[in-house]
């Protein structure tokens, strides 16, 4: 989570230079979904575009990562609160075209913040199988039905950037223990409507 | 020696001898012992309880332990084959006979036999492979109150702690489930046992 900084806002009048309306949208959506470690790479790729220095250009991305990042942070959805975070002196068109790119995707930047967020390894898929065991060397016939689980688990997404590693762990339940499995998943249904209805 | 129903296998020599013995035994005596023997089977996992049963069997009817236990080894040869080949309580009592136990004696095994077969089979059941078995499940749920990118969150987070047997040790997995992955999983496990249910 990244603070602004003072010397962000003058960074951002740097905008001022760039050749379109789009470009700038553009621009603060790559720099609010990059993580702080690519921005210096994000700014090299912007430099060319906004015909400034590279280090001109670090500043801003920086900026915009920034005043971007600060606002999903604090969850603000009104205007106002918005543009009362620019200094008096800051130029108006850009300060309104800033807030309207913001507004414009806000809700999608809060949910890709929560989609990235720390967690244990999260379950992505489910699939199961019911065999029926016929025979085995302890019994030579027999009819077990049994169930085979298989989750797809991936770890948490920060930790692998864009390669998330996704490993199947396929666990064998026995009746008895999907009903004592089903038995506490029924429980936590009633204690989640119980703080539902509250 | 005619085929026998509980093994294909030819039975080692000193069985008959040992019948011979048995058939010395009196009736309570062969009895008592019986009870000894399925207690034993019924828990397989009580040795040392056996063992002790066995000794003071031993010592109440004036036999030597060393003898008993060559005697209870080949009785004990019967009900493990009959349990892996779901005989019926006729076939372990003519299978008694042929190896040379007396009727009566004969008789009265397979009665116990038929008694205690469902717990014995459900054990032989138990005993079957499981791959990846699942032991016991915990959960947690709560709220996710606030992170370094979004100063309020107040979503709700479930986790899950599966113990796995993996070979002969416990394995830990731990699982983050959203709200609506949860009731999707929910509904998935409903529908495994409903499928069970049909099978059984």
Same mark, same amino acid.
């Given at each position: 989570?990244a603070?602004?900084?003072?010397?962000?806002?003058?960074?951002l009048?740097?905008l001022?230079?760039a050749p379109s309306k789009d470009a700038v949208r553009q621009l603060c959506q790559e720099c609010f979904s990059s993580p702080?470690?690519a921005l210096?790479p994000l700014a090299?790729r912007a430099?060319?575009g906004l015909?400034?220095?590279?280090?001109?250009?670090?500043?801003l991305v920086s900026a915009v990562h920034n005043l971007t990042r600060h606002v999903v942070?604090?969850?603000?959805?009104?205007?106002?609160?918005i543009?009362?975070?620019?200094?008096?002196?800051?130029?108006?068109?850009?300060?309104?075209l800033l807030t309207k790119i913001i507004l414009e995707n806000i809700s999608s930047w809060r949910n890709e913040a929560?989609a990235s967020?720390?967690? #244990?390894? %999260?379950?992505? =898929?489910?699939?199961?199988? &019911?065999?029926? !065991?016929?025979?085995?060397?302890?019994?030579?016939?027999?009819?077990?039905?049994?169930?085979?689980?298989?989750?797809?688990?991936?770890?948490?997404?920060?930790?692998?950037?864009?390669?998330?590693?996704?490993?199947?762990?396929?666990?064998?339940?026995?009746?008895?223990?999907?009903?004592?499995?089903?038995?506490? #998943?029924? %429980?936590?249904? =009633?204690?989640?409507?119980? &703080?539902?209805? !509250? | 020696?005619?085929?026998?129903?509980?093994?294909?296998?030819?039975?080692?020599?000193?069985?008959?001898?040992?019948?011979?013995?048995?058939?010395?035994?009196?009736?309570?005596?062969?009895?008592?012992?019986?009870?000894?023997?399925?207690?034993?089977?019924?828990?397989?996992?009580?040795?040392?309880?056996?063992?002790?049963?066995?000794?003071?069997?031993?010592?109440?009817?004036?036999?030597?332990?060393?003898?008993?236990?060559?005697?209870?080894?080949?009785?004990?040869?019967?009900?493990?084959?009959?349990?892996?080949?779901?005989?019926?309580?006729?076939?372990?009592?003519?299978?008694?006979?042929?190896?040379?136990?007396?009727?009566?004696?004969?008789?009265?095994?397979?009665?116990?036999?038929?008694?205690?077969?469902?717990?014995?089979?459900?054990?032989?059941?138990?005993?079957?492979?499981?791959?990846?078995?699942?032991?016991?499940?915990?959960?947690?749920?709560?709220?996710?109150?606030?992170?370094?990118e979004?100063?309020?969150?107040?979503?709700?987070?479930?986790?899950?702690?599966?113990?796995?047997?993996?070979?002969?040790?416990?394995?830990?997995?731990?699982?983050?489930?959203?709200?609506?992955?949860?009731?999707?999983?929910?509904?998935?496990?409903?529908?495994?046992?409903?499928?069970?249910?049909?099978?059984?």
């Amino acid at each position: 989570m990244a603070a602004l900084r003072d010397g962000d806002f003058a960074a951002l009048q740097i905008l001022l230079k760039a050749p379109s309306k789009d470009a700038v949208r553009q621009l603060c959506q790559e720099c609010f979904s990059s993580p702080p470690a690519a921005l210096g790479p994000l700014a090299q790729r912007a430099c060319p575009g906004l015909a400034v220095s590279a280090e001109e250009a670090e500043q801003l991305v920086s900026a915009v990562h920034n005043l971007t990042r600060h606002v999903v942070y604090r969850g603000l959805t009104a205007p106002e609160d918005i543009l009362r975070l620019f200094p008096e002196n800051f130029h108006q068109n850009l300060k309104n075209l800033l807030t309207k790119i913001i507004l414009e995707n806000i809700s999608s930047w809060r949910n890709e913040a929560q989609a990235s967020q720390i967690s #244990l390894p %999260r379950l992505v =898929d489910v699939d199961w199988r &019911v065999d029926i !065991k016929t025979s085995s060397d302890s019994i030579v016939r027999m009819a077990v039905p049994t169930c085979l689980l298989q989750l797809k688990i991936q770890e948490d997404a920060a930790l692998c950037g864009n390669n998330p590693v996704v490993s199947a762990l396929t666990v064998e339940l026995s009746k008895e223990t999907l009903d004592t499995m089903l038995e506490g #998943l029924g %429980r936590i249904r =009633d204690q989640l409507s119980a &703080v539902a209805n !509250k | 020696m005619g085929l026998l129903n509980f093994t294909r296998e030819p039975v080692p020599e000193a069985v008959s001898a040992d019948m011979h013995n048995l058939n010395q035994l009196s009736a309570q005596q062969f009895s008592a012992l019986t009870e000894v023997l399925f207690c034993f089977l019924t828990e397989p996992k009580e040795v040392e309880r056996f063992l002790t049963q066995l000794s003071d069997f031993a010592t109440m009817n004036k036999i030597s332990l060393g003898p008993l236990k060559n005697i209870v080894k080949s009785i004990l040869l019967v009900p493990n084959g009959a349990l892996k080949r779901n005989l019926s309580s006729e076939q372990v009592r003519a299978d008694f006979i042929a190896l040379g136990l007396s009727e009566e004696k004969a008789s009265y095994f397979a009665e116990q036999w038929k008694v205690n077969s469902p717990t014995l089979t459900r054990l032989a059941v138990g005993q079957t492979l499981m791959i990846n078995q699942l032991i016991d499940m915990e959960w947690k749920f709560g709220v996710t109150a606030g992170s370094s990118e979004l100063e309020k969150v107040g979503s709700i987070f479930l986790q899950l702690k599966l113990v796995v047997k993996k070979g002969s040790q416990l394995e830990n997995v731990y699982v983050e489930l959203t709200l609506p992955q949860f009731y999707s999983f929910l509904h998935e496990m409903e529908r495994v046992k409903t499928s069970l249910e049909s099978f059984s």
